[in-house]
T-cell receptor, first 116, second 114 residues
Framework: AQKVTQAQTEISVVEKEDVTLDCVYE???????LFWYKQPPSGELVFLIR??????QNEISGRYSWNFQKSTSSFNFTITASQVVDSAVYFC?????????????FGKGTSLLVTP | GAGVSQTPSNKVTEKGKYVELRCDPI?????LYWYRQSLGQGPEFLIY????????DSGLPNDRFFAVRPEGSVSTLKIQRTERGDSAVYLC????????????FGEGSRLTVL
């Protein structure tokens, strides 16, 4: 079963628009971690954020913000005032304590295109 | 460089051939992971090393795939009797400790099996 669902395959916005990328996860563990990674056209995955299951506080980092809601098993990512450089594929991932090494289970990704 | 290094960046081979992909993790990182990414998909877990031992190889698709990390640093992913379906980007990642989950990825090795 898919543990991480990113329902949006592709999103296209115009620069300066706000955009939210959705992520829904599934786990039976009480201890788990959620991540967002960015994969620009160059291909290298870049870590953006990690949240643990006990910390539901939302987080803001510059133009990026994350909304973690255990009640809906969601960990959504919002980019405010998007820029062309934000164009990339964004992956949400789940790491469960029951997995050896906390290996990440990735969603299929959302391709974001920001046009001038 | 200070990041995860993978070689070769591109490998084209013929069906049935043997292939080795190398990963040099960030110095001091004890955990090492191999992932495979097909076009339009998220990375798929293959195997995890903690030190020299393979702590979890549950993601390896079949016995044609094998990986080693003999000295707890560099790792090699080995694929025997390659098939066209093995074509993908093979990603290596390392982390300070498995519990952190913050993985640092290399740029990947793109394997094409003709």
């Amino acid at each position: 079963a898919q543990k991480v669902t990113q329902a949006q395959t592709e999103i296209s916005v115009v620069e300066k628009e706000d955009v939210t990328l959705d992520c829904v996860y599934e786990t039976r563990d009480t201890t788990y971690y959620l991540f967002w990674y960015k994969q620009p056209p160059s291909g290298e995955l870049v870590f953006l954020i990690r949240r643990n299951s006990f910390d539901e506080q939302n987080e803001i980092s510059g133009r990026y913000s994350w909304n973690f809601q255990k009640s809906t098993s969601s960990f959504n990512f919002t980019i405010t005032a998007s820029q062309v450089v934000d164009s990339a594929v964004y992956f949400c991932a789940l790491s469960e304590g029951s997995n050896s090494g906390y290996a990440l289970n990735f969603g299929k990704g959302t391709s974001l295109l920001v046009t001038p | 460089g200070a990041g995860v290094s993978q070689t070769p960046s591109n490998k084209v081979t013929e069906k049935g051939k043997y292939v080795e992909l190398r990963c040099d993790p960030i110095s001091g990182h004890t955990a090492l992971y191999w992932y495979r990414q097909s076009l339009g998909q998220g990375p798929e877990f293959l195997i995890y090393f903690q030190g020299t031992g393979a702590a979890d190889d549950s993601g390896l698709p079949n016995d044609r795939f094998f990986a080693v990390r003999p000295e707890g640093s560099v790792s090699t992913l080995k694929i025997q009797r390659t098939e066209r379906g093995d074509s993908a980007v093979y990603l290596c990642a390392s982390s300070l400790g498995s519990y952190t989950g913050e993985l640092f990825f290399g740029e990947g090795s793109r394997l094409t099996v003709l």
